[in-house]
């Protein structure tokens, strides 16, 4: 069973940065695409960034030139830089990774 742990949530002020850590076990890390969600109060889950095994990387639009994805294999970690935070990043995020397997969630509070 694959499992995913997330870390580096908190609260930052707007135009402050987090890196939120993700980290896998029970899976060949290197083979397969991640990515990162999020899911705010009253709102559907959605794509924030996904990075391939061979490193493509898409982004929402919200969070382009702000976010951004990254993974290194050898720790079989994905990350996701977020700087210039906005309130409305404010969020659970989630790292997913594949046979839809996800992390437990990490809290990001971006306050004005």
């Known amino acids: 069973q694959v499992q995913l742990v997330e870390s580096g949530g908190g609260l930052v002020q707007a135009g402050g940065s987090l890196r939120l850590t993700c980290t896998a076990s029970?899976?060949?890390?290197?083979?397969?695409?991640m990515g990162w969600y999020r899911q705010a109060p009253g709102k559907e889950r959605e794509m924030v960034a996904t990075?391939?095994?061979?490193?493509?990387?898409d982004y929402a639009d919200s969070v382009k030139g702000r976010f951004t994805i990254s993974r290194d294999n050898a720790k079989s970690a994905v990350y996701l830089q977020m700087n210039s935070l906005k309130p409305e990043d404010t969020a659970v995020y989630y790292c997913?990774?594949?046979?839809?397997?996800w992390g437990q969630g990490t809290q990001v509070t971006v306050s004005s």
């Open positions: 990075i391939t095994s061979s490193g493509i990387t």
């Open positions: 997913a990774g594949p046979y839809n397997s």
């Open positions: 029970r899976i060949s890390f290197r083979l397969n695409t």
